[in-house]
T-cell receptor, first 115, second 109 residues
Framework: DGGITQSPKYLFRKEGQNVTLSCEQN?????MYWYRQDPGQGLRLIYY???????QKGDIAEGYSVSREKKESFPLTVTSAQKNPTAFYLC??????????????FGDGTRLSIL | EDQVTQSPEALRLQEGESSSLNCSYT??????LFWYRQDPGKGPEFLFT???AGEEKEKERLKATLTKKESFLHITAPKPEDSATYLC??????????FGEGTQLTVNP
């Protein structure tokens, strides 16, 4: 079945530690996105990529980094510079980055907590 | 700046009690709107795309409608399995979406 796989489902970070969240899709979608979801704040865009080897900052990119070396993969690193990383992180993809007005499809998220 | 407001924030219904959720927005160059359903601990699941004012889409007990300034998600005779958070996102043709904060629906048996 085609879809978006996020791993791990739960992740714990120690102070001063970088952690990487995995996102893989087999939908052959060009565009991929990372969102952060906090209670009462909805989905906020961290980074997005419309094509391999290219990505753009979203609204809350500080303290995060991404790479897009393969079409299928868009890992997110939460660095020690992100002072409040506890949140639910969602990865999404869309066929062409909105050109044809197609929706984004989401993985089932990674919940990150601070030890 | 695009703004999206969903109301109410939370809604409790008895099984079979119909109601509506609202999504109002201020966006430039609106091309349509997406509705999603999100279960606790899961990612949003795509429900509908609405492209133009007056358009309606239906799926089981859900019907979505669109005007120039807002969209409604009508729930007819809901069941407990309809309990979820419902999110809307107007789109303008670009890569980025602005999501509303959602309406948390609880349907009691």
């Amino acid at each position: 079945d085609g879809g978006i796989t996020q791993s791990p489902k739960y992740l714990f970070r120690k102070e001063g530690q970088n952690v990487t969240l995995s996102c893989e899709q087999n939908l052959n979608h060009d565009a991929m996105y990372w969102y952060r979801q906090d209670p009462g704040q909805g989905l906020r865009l961290i980074y997005y990529s419309q094509i391999v080897n290219d990505f753009q900052k979203g609204d809350i990119a500080e303290g995060y980094s991404v790479s897009r070396e393969k079409k299928e993969s868009f890992p997110l690193t939460v660095t020690s510079a992100q002072k409040n990383p506890t949140a639910f992180y969602l990865c999404a993809s869309s066929i062409d980055g909105g050109i044809s007005n197609q929706p984004q499809h989401f993985g089932d998220g990674t919940r990150l907590s601070i030890l | 700046e695009d703004q999206v407001t969903q109301s109410p924030e939370a809604l409790r219904l008895q099984e079979g009690e119909s109601s509506s959720l609202n999504c109002s927005y201020t966006v430039s160059g609106l091309r349509g709107l997406f509705w999603y359903r999100q279960d606790p601990g899961k990612g949003p699941e795509f429900l509908f795309t609405l492209y133009s004012a007056g358009e309606e889409k239906e799926k089981e007990r859900l019907k979505a409608t669109l005007t120039k300034k807002e969209s409604f998600l009508h729930i007819t005779a809901p069941k407990p399995e309809d309990s979820a958070t419902y999110l809307c996102a107007p789109f303008t043709g670009g890569s980025r979406l602005t999501f509303g904060e959602g309406t948390q629906l609880t349907v009691n048996p």
